[in-house]
């Protein structure tokens, strides 16, 4: 059997570079010379051994684009092409998925969580997963496309209007792209709250409205800028107890509130506040294929640009230092890998 360089996930915070089986494309799958993985919020939480499917070892990496080695089958892809990969599984049989809602499938597996993904120099991926990449859009871009469809899935799902003021508490890479998103769909407004300085820098170059959390309350900025009507849309993207209450304190009477976060401990929430003032609350999950295709074309049109939010660009053998980097708010903000 062939081998090849993967960088695994062994145990709690413990990752390394080691040989195994190069795959062998089943039917109807592709071999794919992976060119760029990012590392991702889930990724972190394998890496302290809190994701409750991933299981050691395992290569990581759920968001990664390359070029098509190998092809089995009579599939409508050729060896050469470059491709993105759309990393969700379904089941195809549950209720969710016979209504065409795949993302949501009651089973739903990750490529890089429940199987290997980009951290190796090789991924056999289903053909019915691959997004071709164009032109005018290079590799470390389009190795973005999975964390831009959460943001355009998101966005959709919020409602943001033409002339909204929207507020995001959490500006990391999901909720600065969740920004560049809401602008696009009209947004006139954008305030990210974080207390991060590296972070609200990032947030300020792109446009936004920066405050620092451990100086300003959100919710008293927001009153000041609104004469104290508050926000048309919050999203909460930073799972904290704090922003679970600041997202029911900085919104207006019947406004929308979008979580994205996928809490690690439940919050306690105001449901009274929200009760009183007719508020909304939506979730979020993951993204449909259309989403996936959107993110495509609006960094391939220059809609969006991605860059700002790319700190680092590291080899393989430098996995563990990524991670280390990742740890680290004031260091790092989305991080390619290059098996």
Same mark, same amino acid.
Request: glycine fraction near 8%; proline fraction near 4%; hydrophobic fraction near 40%.
């Given at each position: 059997?062939?081998?090849?360089?993967?960088g695994?996930?062994?145990?709690?915070?413990?990752?390394?570079?080691?040989?195994?089986?190069?795959?062998v494309?089943?039917?109807?799958e592709?071999l794919?010379?992976?060119?760029?993985?990012? !590392?991702? +919020?889930s990724?972190?939480?394998?890496?302290? +051994?809190k994701?409750?499917?991933?299981k050691?070892?395992?290569?990581?990496?759920?968001?990664f684009?390359?070029?098509?080695?190998?092809?089995?089958?009579?599939?409508p892809?050729?060896?050469?092409?470059r491709?993105?990969v759309e990393?969700t599984?379904s089941?195809g049989?549950?209720d969710?998925?016979t209504?065409?809602?795949?993302?949501v499938?009651?089973?739903?597996?990750?490529?890089?969580?429940?199987?290997?993904g980009?951290f190796?120099?090789?991924?056999?991926?289903?053909?019915?997963?691959l997004h071709r990449?164009?032109?005018e859009?290079?590799?470390?871009?389009?190795?973005?496309?999975?964390?831009?469809?959460?943001?355009?899935h998101?966005?959709?799902?919020?409602?943001?209007k033409?002339?909204?003021?929207?507020?995001?508490? +959490?500006?990391?890479p999901?909720?600065?792209?969740?920004g560049?998103?809401?602008?696009?769909a009209?947004?006139?407004k954008?305030?990210?709250s974080?207390?991060?300085?590296?972070?609200?820098?990032?947030?300020?170059d792109?446009?936004?409205?920066a405050?620092?959390?451990?100086?300003?309350?959100?919710?008293?900025?927001? =009153?000041?800028m609104?004469?104290?009507?508050?926000?048309?849309?919050?999203?909460?993207?930073?799972?904290?107890?704090?922003?679970?209450?600041q997202m029911?304190?900085? !919104?207006?009477t019947? +406004?929308?509130i979008?979580?994205?976060?996928?809490y690690?401990?439940?919050?306690?929430?105001n449901? =009274?506040?929200?009760?009183f003032?007719?508020?909304?609350?939506?979730?979020?999950r993951c993204?449909?294929?259309k989403?996936?295709q959107?993110?495509?074309?609006?960094?391939?049109?220059g809609?969006?640009?991605?860059s700002?939010l790319?700190s680092?660009?590291?080899?393989l053998?430098?996995?563990?230092?990524?991670?280390?980097?990742m740890e680290?708010?004031?260091?790092?903000?989305?991080i390619l890998?290059k098996?």
């Amino acid at each position: 059997m062939e081998q090849m360089r993967a960088g695994l996930f062994l145990g709690e915070k413990h990752v390394d570079v080691q040989l195994i089986d190069r795959p062998v494309p089943k039917e109807g799958e592709v071999l794919l010379r992976v060119s760029h993985a990012g !590392i991702c +919020g889930s990724d972190m939480m394998i890496y302290y +051994g809190k994701h409750p499917r991933a299981k050691a070892p395992l290569a990581m990496g759920h968001e990664f684009c390359g070029v098509i080695e190998e092809v089995n089958g009579d599939i409508p892809f050729q060896v050469g092409e470059r491709v993105v990969v759309e990393p969700t599984l379904s089941c195809g049989t549950c209720d969710a998925c016979t209504a065409g809602q795949y993302h949501v499938c009651r089973t739903l597996r990750l490529i890089g969580i429940d199987c290997n993904g980009g951290f190796a120099e090789f991924v056999a991926v289903p053909y019915h997963r691959l997004h071709r990449i164009s032109e005018e859009l290079s590799n470390a871009h389009a190795a973005l496309t999975e964390p831009l469809a959460v943001a355009v899935h998101t966005v959709r799902r919020s409602g943001v209007k033409v002339g909204d003021l929207v507020v995001i508490l +959490g500006g990391g890479p999901i909720g600065l792209l969740v920004g560049l998103i809401a602008r696009e769909a009209g947004a006139s407004k954008i305030v990210v709250s974080d207390i991060s300085p590296f972070r609200l820098q990032k947030a300020k170059d792109l446009g936004f409205t920066a405050v620092d959390a451990k100086v300003d309350n959100i919710t008293d900025v927001v =009153a000041k800028m609104t004469n104290g009507v508050g926000a048309d849309v919050v999203f909460e993207v930073a799972g904290t107890q704090i922003t679970a209450q600041q997202m029911v304190e900085a !919104i207006k009477t019947q +406004g929308q509130i979008c979580v994205v976060s996928m809490y690690k401990q439940s919050p306690t929430i105001n449901l =009274a506040s929200m009760h009183f003032r007719e508020l909304s609350l939506t979730t979020t999950r993951c993204y449909s294929r259309k989403d996936f295709q959107t993110a495509i074309e609006f960094m391939a049109s220059g809609k969006v640009d991605v860059s700002p939010l790319i700190s680092h660009e590291l080899e393989l053998d430098q996995l563990a230092d990524g991670f280390k980097y990742m740890e680290n708010p004031e260091e790092a903000l989305k991080i390619l890998i290059k098996p």
